[in-house]
């Protein structure tokens, strides 16, 4: 491994994880800049920046508000180019969706839009502003759905521009939508959520939510002691179990990608570009875990998810723009990674 972070020769336990490394040096201007401090939230529809509750000690996510489904016969019926689509390549919950929607090769099916990656108020379009709406940022959106909206304005966001309103905003139903809704123009020989596996992938998927995709902003977000030891303790004890599990098979599920891989791979792409580091999830990096090591770089050089991932983007959106975790707002370089390293997994997991 080449690349500005040393990797462990420690082999990684399976006993008694612990923050180990020694605290990191202090910023030197903790005040610099005043962009990118805190993500904004809404209240009866009125915009405010600031941190709308971010100061507890313990981070809790709020659930998303809107729920509704695509399907037949439902006040959302599929059809070609009805819905919209906001991301941005920065967000892991949103790449979720980027991801599926290429797979199922819905391009000209379900338009997008891209986000910015800064957030200085809220999630912003680029100069060019929303093609569908006309609006400057991503609370607009919201505030066109529910005048009276309170909440974050959170990304993706499944727009249907008939009735001018929210379908979903929470990835996780809308990657099941984006598989299947739409199968009369999608790619129908990739199924990403086979109802025989559903059982088992909504299993995984609810213990990678709990033990990383939630644990690691958990952590970053902590402002307790306890609480931040608690939520990476968590972090590496699922890692553990998800590095013995893909010892006995290519992925998460067995020999096919399902949507319970495509879940883990957003946030473990992001793991020791961002989460080892910003979040203090520093015990070991991934590449110390042979088998999801493998799996990741699997998952990284499947055609079509690769360029889905935005390193730049990536970094600049948390150490740039989350300033509650590093005030100064400076970038790192690093760290230099090779996900395209050959790879040849068997069926069993190993390679």
Not at 209 to 236: K, P
Not at 288 to 317: A, C
């Amino acid at each position: 491994m080449t690349g500005l972070y040393c990797r462990s020769s420690t082999p990684a336990s399976r006993m008694n994880i612990r923050p180990s490394c020694e605290p990191p040096l202090p910023l030197t201007n903790p005040t610099a800049g005043k962009s990118g401090v805190y993500m904004g939230y809404m209240h009866e529809g009125a915009w405010h920046v600031g941190d709308g509750g971010r100061g507890e000690r313990r981070f809790v996510r709020t659930p998303a508000r809107f729920r509704d489904w695509i399907g037949a016969r439902r006040l959302y019926e599929p059809e070609p180019n009805r819905y919209h689509l906001y991301v941005s390549n920065a967000c892991p919950w949103a790449s979720r969706t980027v991801i599926v929607r290429k797979l199922k090769k819905l391009e000209s099916v379900v338009p997008m839009t891209t986000l910015h990656s800064d957030v200085d108020n809220g999630w912003t379009f680029d100069s060019s502003g929303d093609p569908v709406n006309g609006l400057s940022y991503i609370y607009e959106l919201y505030r066109a759905a529910d005048s009276g909206y309170s909440g974050r304005a959170t990304i993706p966001v499944l727009w249907d521009t008939k009735t001018s309103t929210i379908v979903n905003n929470e990835s996780a139903d809308i990657i099941v939508m984006l598989n299947s809704a739409f199968d009369e123009w999608a790619d129908t020989s990739i199924d990403l959520y086979p109802q025989a596996l559903a059982p088992e992938i909504d299993s995984v998927n609810e213990t990678v939510y709990q033990g990383l995709n939630n644990a690691v902003y958990r952590a970053g977000f902590s402002t307790d002691q306890a609480a931040y030891e608690e939520a990476v303790i968590t972090v590496f004890q699922t890692i553990e179990v998800l590095d013995q599990r893909l010892s006995t098979r290519r992925y998460l599920i067995g020999e096919r990608m399902t949507l319970a891989d495509i879940r883990l791979f957003t946030t473990a792409i992001r793991f020791d570009v961002v989460y080892y580091g910003h979040f203090k999830c520093n015990v070991r990096h991934l590449w110390d875990y042979p088998n999801l090591w493998g799996w990741l770089r699997d998952m990284y050089q499947t055609h079509g998810i690769s360029e889905t991932v935005d390193f730049s983007q990536i970094k600049r959106h948390y150490y740039a723009m989350q300033r509650w975790v590093n005030p100064s707002g400076v970038v790192p370089v690093g760290p230099h990674i090779d996900y395209l390293a050959p790879r040849a997994r068997h069926s069993s997991g190993q390679e």
